[in-house]
């Protein structure tokens, strides 16, 4: 995936993009970082709802990466879509430089080291079968887009 930066210039112009989407709906996009260890461990990209089963959701995208003083600290590939809902409400994502995706297990965490995902959600089923269903075509248009 590119560079945190172009992530981020990407991101911010998405809403202009009339992008076919079936269930993501944005406002105005945003980011915010969160660390422990290195500036920009984690990026969350914000600023849309999810309508899911008829409810809508505000929801974010968190790029999850190894701490930006790594050699290849700069570029990110695995990141997690988070609805805000009670359960079922992350999908984790390995996105590679063309776009294309997989559902993965991986993240990393807050201090820059590579974890379990449902280790680090324990009290919540990670990629629930339902809600990737859900979430695949837009997916796939907003991670060609961030390329």
């Known amino acids: 995936m590119p560079e945190v930066k172009t992530t981020i210039e990407n991101w911010a112009g998405i809403h202009y993009k009339n992008l076919?989407?079936?269930?993501?709906?944005?406002?105005?996009?945003?980011?915010?970082?969160?660390n422990k260890g290195e500036a920009g461990t984690w990026l969350f990209l914000e600023g849309f709802t999810v309508k899911l089963d008829g409810e809508v959701y505000n929801a974010h995208l968190t790029i999850t990466k190894k701490p930006t003083m790594d050699l290849d600290g700069?570029?990110?590939?695995?990141?997690h879509l988070t609805v805000d809902r009670?359960?079922?409400?992350?999908?984790?994502?390995?996105?590679?430089?063309?776009g294309g995706f997989e559902t993965t297990q991986t993240l990393y965490d807050g201090e820059g080291k590579q974890r379990g995902a449902a280790t680090h959600y324990a009290n919540d089923q990670i990629n629930h079968a339902t809600?990737?269903?859900q979430m695949d075509h837009d997916m796939r248009l907003i991670f060609a887009h961030l390329v």
Not at 20 to 34: C, D, Q, R
Not at 89 to 96: E, G, R, W
């Open 20 to 34: 076919a989407l079936n269930v993501i709906e944005f406002g105005k996009p945003s980011y915010n970082y969160w």
């Open 74 to 79: 700069l570029n990110w590939t695995y990141c």
């Open 131 to 133: 809600l990737m269903s």
């Open 86 to 98: 009670k359960s079922k409400n992350h999908v984790f994502y390995k996105v590679d430089e063309d």
